[in-house]
């Protein structure tokens, strides 16, 4: 979802994706201009053939993990206590940053309450934190984070945690992603005007900023600095603005 970089001199553009459905892999490359394989194409057979291990084995023909040794007898090995699963308690462990935790709630919660908007959002938000590291991390949660939001919005339109979920996905997503920063106004207005919180109104400014709407951006910086006061990403966006 950030394939563009760059820096001394240097940059980075995204040469094909790498796309999962199920046990099926297979690779659509970008047209390039230069005939010679590019480093992905030479790179690729490496890859897949490392891709099991990667992904944690769930392939067909990888090597399964090793048996967990048996915990020792009169101790108990720390668990999420599913049994008092619920929405409030997944919120607890995402805010302690306790995301394979909070993501196993998740899906318990949801094969019990498929239909909750709610559950499907945050799920959406557990995934995205989780896409955040390497590359594969991106892959292997990154869409799954996006298909949680659209699936929280087929259930509930205005859904503000969602909204606020697939706005941040498409304002930092390229465009060959489904990247687009009127997308992205779109869904942050929508929470905004739902929930307002304060890092929803903050991005909603750096989303009008890129779109060059100065004043709108400067009410969105100013809502969220009502909303959290000590918030300086805000006041030095607020700042900067002429």
């Given amino acids: 979802m950030m394939g563009y970089g760059g820096g001394m001199g240097g940059k980075t553009i995204p040469m094909g ?7 099926n892999i297979r690779v659509e490359l970008f047209p390039e201009e230069e005939k010679k394989p590019s480093f992905l194409q030479e790179m690729l057979p490496v890859f897949l053939k490392l891709l099991p291990d990667l992904m944690g084995g769930k392939f067909p023909g990888a090597p399964k993990p090793p048996a967990p040794s048996a915990e020792p007898k009169g101790e108990t090995k720390p668990a999420v206590a599913l049994k008092s699963a619920s929405l409030d308690e997944m919120k607890k462990l995402f805010g302690e940053k306790r995301y394979a935790e909070a993501n196993d709630m998740a899906d318990l919660l949801i094969g019990k309450d498929p239909n909750n908007a709610d559950l499907h959002a945050w799920k959406g938000h557990i995934l995205g934190s989780l896409a955040q590291g390497s590359p594969i991390d991106m892959m292997k949660y990154g869409m799954g984070a996006m298909q949680e939001y659209e699936k929280a919005l087929a259930l509930d339109p205005e859904n503000a945690e969602a ?26 207005e929508a929470a905004c005007a739902k929930k307002p919180i304060p890092e929803a109104c903050y991005y909603l400014g750096e989303a009008y900023k890129k779109k060059g709407l100065t004043d709108k951006a400067k009410a969105a910086y100013k809502k969220a600095l009502e909303l959290r006061p000590n918030y300086p990403e805000a006041a030095k966006a607020l700042a900067e603005i002429k």
């Fill in 17 to 23: 994706i790498l796309i999962i459905e199920g046990d």
């Fill in 163 to 188: 909204h606020f979920g697939r706005g941040m996905g498409r304002m930092m997503a390229p465009p060959q992603f489904g990247g687009s920063v009127d997308g992205a106004i779109e869904d942050l």
